[in-house]
T-cell receptor, first 112, second 112 residues
Framework: DADVTQTPRNRITKTGKRIMLECSQTKGHDRMYWYRQDPGLGLRLIYYSFDVKDINKGEISDGYSVSRQAQAKFSLSLESAIPNQTALYFC???????????FGSGTQLSVL | TQLLEQSPQFLSIQEGENLTVYCNSSSVFSSLQWYRQEPGEGPVLLVTVVTGGEVKKLKRLTFQFGDARKDSSLHITAAQPGDTGLYLCAGGLDPGTYKYIFGTGTRLKVLA
């Protein structure tokens, strides 16, 4: 089983809809991250959380919100989806003493 | 906005050839990571370099961190089809914060 699991793997939605992407991990890591990947732009950080009570904005947080329901769960919401939020979204984890990021397999989101 | 530029963007070579991928920025980074990403999967960490001038080898892959910690290179010797993928560099902004700026990516295809 994957250590970092993202659901769904693919999602197509319409402009204006609210959508939630979920991430769960079995690695026991405190730190969790949400990134989006766009061709030619690399990965950009949306939000990150260093523990259950700690939520921080990344470089592109506008239009997104997150919830850290437990150490193992970190969800990303798009309150009112727009077409330029079409992208590949990745959840990642890391522990407190290593700089190694562990990524999930991604969610391909298309907003029509 | 801090940027990490990677070159080339695309590279298609024959099996057995050597290649170098570059990662450049005007910013100084506390550390530099290299990841490889295969289709349908998240990035997987290959190496982390933290000292200016540092060289690390991973089988046929050689990674170097620039003396000024603003640039890095990845050299692959005798490329194989299994090396095919998207290579991403990521610069660490502040030690211990685990916030990384990702490069724009180099898509490598090795033909048999």
């Amino acid at each position: 089983d994957a250590d970092v699991t993202q659901t769904p793997r693919n999602r197509i939605t319409k402009t204006g809809k609210r959508i939630m992407l979920e991430c769960s991990q079995t690695k026991g890591h405190d730190r969790m991250y949400w990134y989006r990947q766009d061709p030619g732009l690399g990965l950009r950080l949306i939000y990150y959380s260093f523990d259950v009570k700690d939520i921080n904005k990344g470089e592109i947080s506008d239009g997104y919100s997150v919830s850290r329901q437990a150490q193992a769960k970190f969800s990303l919401s798009l309150e009112s989806a727009i077409p330029n939020q079409t992208a590949l979204y990745f959840c990642a984890t890391s522990d407190s003493w290593s700089e190694k990021l562990f990524f999930g397999s991604g969610t391909q989101l298309s907003v029509l | 906005t801090q940027l990490l530029e990677q070159s080339p963007q695309f590279l298609s070579i024959q099996e057995g050839e050597n290649l170098t991928v570059y990662c450049n920025s005007s910013s100084v980074f506390s550390s530099l990571q290299w990841y490889r990403q295969e289709p349908g999967e998240g990035p997987v960490l290959l190496v982390t370099v933290v000292t200016g001038g540092e060289v690390k080898k991973l089988k046929r892959l050689t990674f170097q961190f620039g003396d000024a910690r603003k640039d890095s290179s990845l050299h692959i010797t005798a490329a194989q089809p299994g090396d095919t993928g998207l290579y991403l560099c990521a610069g660490g902004l502040d030690p211990g914060t685990y916030k990384y700026i990702f490069g724009t990516g180099t898509r490598l295809k090795v033909l048999a």
